[in-house]
């Protein structure tokens, strides 16, 4: 929940694509984090790849314009990849006890939206449970994107380590990118 909430405040403050490059830098976190508390030893492919990932997605991004990311959108952009890193180490570690990936996204979801709700304090007041409401159904639809892409993950970090597995999920941001660049052009 602290990850999805202060991505939302990125992607609002930075926009889709300055969000998604920060984000790119979680691979590294959790491979990092897969070592120490899972005991994980990746070979070296795998923070090579993580390295060809983050280096693909930000190299894309190179900003030609006058427009720069000041060092606090920095460091409040790259906040959220802390709580995305931890997600799949402590999945890894629920599997143990709970393997079923349904059963474990309901519950994670659960807490989520348990947190998001106490966290209610952290949304400024005036957008806070407001705005145009033509917008929920692209809530939704991306809820769903989102559950998808959990329970994918789930299974995938079930059928592999970690460290493997996170470099590769986070491609997403390319494709955020692209779909971005497609679809809200004009933002």
Same mark, same amino acid.
């Given at each position: 929940? @602290? /990850?999805? =909430?202060?991505?939302?405040?990125?992607?609002?403050?930075? /926009? $889709?694509?300055?969000?998604?490059?920060?984000?790119?830098?979680?691979?590294?976190?959790?491979?990092?984090? /897969? $070592? $120490?508390? =899972?005991?994980?030893?990746?070979?070296?492919?795998? @923070?090579?790849?993580?390295?060809?990932?983050? +280096?693909? $997605?930000?190299?894309?991004?190179?900003?030609?314009?006058? !427009?720069?990311?000041?060092?606090?959108?920095?460091?409040?952009?790259?906040?959220? !990849?802390?709580?995305?890193?931890?997600?799949?180490?402590?999945?890894?570690?629920?599997?143990?006890? =709970?393997?079923?990936?349904?059963?474990?996204?309901?519950?994670?979801?659960? +807490?989520?939206?348990?947190?998001?709700?106490?966290?209610?304090?952290?949304? @400024?007041?005036?957008?806070?449970?407001? +705005?145009?409401?033509?917008?929920?159904?692209?809530?939704?639809? +991306?809820?769903?994107?989102?559950?998808?892409?959990?329970? !994918?993950?789930?299974?995938?970090?079930?059928?592999?380590?970690?460290?493997?597995?996170?470099?590769?999920?986070?491609?997403? @941001?390319?494709?955020?990118? =692209?779909?971005?660049?497609?679809?809200?052009?004009?933002?």
């Amino acid at each position: 929940a @602290p /990850g999805r =909430l202060l991505y939302y405040f990125s992607i609002r403050r930075l /926009g $889709v694509s300055r969000a998604a490059v920060l984000n790119s830098v979680t691979p590294f976190l959790v491979i990092l984090i /897969g $070592v $120490v508390f =899972l005991g994980e030893r990746p070979t070296w492919h795998i @923070p090579v790849g993580a390295v060809f990932i983050v +280096g693909g $997605v930000v190299g894309i991004l190179v900003d030609r314009s006058a !427009t720069r990311i000041s060092p606090s959108a920095a460091v409040f952009g790259l906040i959220p !990849t802390v709580f995305f890193a931890l997600i799949p180490v402590f999945m890894r570690m629920g599997m143990r006890s =709970l393997p079923d990936p349904l059963l474990g996204t309901a519950i994670s979801s659960g +807490g989520a939206l348990i947190a998001l709700l106490a966290g209610g304090f952290l949304v @400024p007041r005036e957008i806070r449970w407001g +705005g145009d409401l033509r917008g929920i159904g692209f809530f939704l639809l +991306g809820g769903l994107c989102y559950a998808s892409a959990f329970i !994918t993950l789930y299974k995938a970090v079930s059928l592999g380590t970690v460290s493997f597995v996170a470099p590769l999920s986070y491609i997403s @941001p390319l494709v955020s990118i =692209l779909i971005a660049r497609v679809m809200i052009q004009k933002l």
